[in-house]
């Protein structure tokens, strides 16, 4: 198995469109920038924290590939995102950056710190 693992932390977002917030939007464009960047969705689920719509969420695609995982703490005006995509039979590496990328750019974010982990087993 090789592969990347690519995350972003985000603070101070100004989130536009009331991400942090909304879940079913938050879904949506997770499976859209998904499927925009060349990646399969196998399946999702995402949880809200508070129901009323005033806490954050947590939110994880199954990906053929791999994993999207994110979460929101609208109070924090912070998110965390985690992508994680391997590259067995193909190099997804470009499709992973393009996703996190397209999230990050929709927070709208002060402040992000991305880490990139390449990942491998060594027989």
Do not use: I, Y
């Amino acid at each position: 198995m090789h592969g990347v693992h690519l995350t972003a932390d985000l603070s101070g977002c100004r989130d536009p469109a009331n991400l942090l917030r909304d879940g079913a939007a938050l879904a949506a464009l997770c499976e859209q920038s998904a499927r925009d960047a060349g990646l399969r969705v196998v399946a999702r689920q995402f949880h809200a924290f508070a129901p009323d719509g005033d806490g954050g969420h947590t939110g994880v695609l199954l990906l053929a590939e791999s994993h999207l995982a994110v979460h929101t703490w609208p109070e924090l005006r912070a998110v965390t995102l985690d992508v994680f995509v391997c590259n067995r039979a193909s190099d997804n590496t470009a499709k992973a950056q393009a996703l996190l990328d397209a999230l990050v750019a929709r927070f709208e974010a002060a402040r992000v710190a991305r880490q990139r982990l390449q990942r491998a087993l060594v027989p």
